[in-house]
């Protein structure tokens, strides 16, 4: 990939056109770079137009240069810049953990639908990454208890971290595989965005997720390994009257609503997400 030369003076504004010709996907090009840039010069995103015609430092062009060219290469911009945004909440992210998607927060507020009218109530959030569900439904519901688990002690350790800088404390961070190291108790809601991409998925070899844990991807040559797990054992740890809640593939509707009906759960609903795609299914332990 041509590097920009360092020699001679570089604007704000041509920077951003040079790294805008090195990417190749032209939807998300101008957002990447200037995200890049905003975090390289530790200004906001207005500074890049307010400024365009500011000369930029050397040492400024040579990090451009290398992070456009990791990014060239697919790394995504979460792990490049650190953090990700999710419910206005700022996630520090790295590669133990999954980049949280937009799309999840339609689980948060799936949750908090359901748990409108609970005081006090607990949730468990299994396989919680770098813990955005956890996080986002703590904040929203100070009055409520959190657990939340992974099976990865440096994701434990990133979500935990995250605890930490937003300053939420009503989240318990347990190392557990599902829920082999919970204490017998029982929740009101049970949430969960596990792994269901299918091992077989073309996107681990050359999308951008090759870069993010496997473990928090790869469920099994259908996708539907972690829910076997997670629905059966489910009844042990919900309430009577509690709800289970997960994200999916949008082709994968159909076989978890038959899943939850064989594990005798009742009001099993599926919904979509903005791209009218079924995204989530939730159900009532009775
Ligand atoms: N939505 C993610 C993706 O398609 C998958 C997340 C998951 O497996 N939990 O990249």
Not at 35 to 59: G, M, T, W
Request: include cysteine; hydrophobic fraction near 40%.
């Amino acid at each position: 990939m041509p590097q920009l030369a360092t020699d001679r003076v570089v604007t704000v504004g041509e920077l951003i056109q040079y790294g805008i010709q090195q990417l190749t996907d032209p939807t998300t090009a101008r957002l990447d770079c200037e995200i890049l840039l905003c975090n390289i010069l530790k200004q906001p995103h207005y500074f890049l137009y307010a400024h365009s015609d500011v000369v930029v430092e050397q040492r400024d062009i040579v990090d451009f240069n290398s992070l456009i060219s990791k990014r060239a290469n697919g790394f995504p911009v979460a792990y490049l810049i650190g953090e990700k945004e999710f419910w206005s909440l700022r996630l520090q992210v790295n590669q133990h953990t999954l980049i949280p998607r937009p799309e999840t927060e339609l689980l948060v507020e799936q949750a908090l639908a359901l748990i409108e009218n609970i005081n006090n109530c607990k949730i468990l959030d299994l396989g919680t990454g770098s813990g955005a569900i956890a996080l986002a439904i703590a904040r929203e519901r100070p009055d409520c208890s959190v657990t939340a688990t992974d099976i990865s002690l440096p994701t434990l350790a990133m979500a935990q971290q995250n605890a930490g800088l937003l300053g939420i404390r009503n989240v318990q961070f347990i190392h557990s595989d599902w829920y082999a190291s919970l204490t017998s108790q029982s929740f009101d809601l049970i949430v969960s965005n596990p792994p269901y991409v299918e091992s077989g998925d073309s996107g681990f070899i050359n999308g951008d997720i090759r870069y993010e844990p496997r473990v928090a991807l790869d469920g099994g040559s259908f996708g539907l390994d972690a829910f076997r797990r997670i629905v059966p054992g489910a009844n042990m740890y919900l309430k009577s009257g509690g709800k289970l809640l997960f994200e999916h593939g949008h082709a994968q509707g159909e076989l978890i609503r038959e899943l939850l009906h064989a594990n005798r759960f009742i009001e099993i609903l599926t919904r979509q997400d903005y791209a009218g795609l079924d995204r989530i299914t939730l159900a009532v332990l009775p």
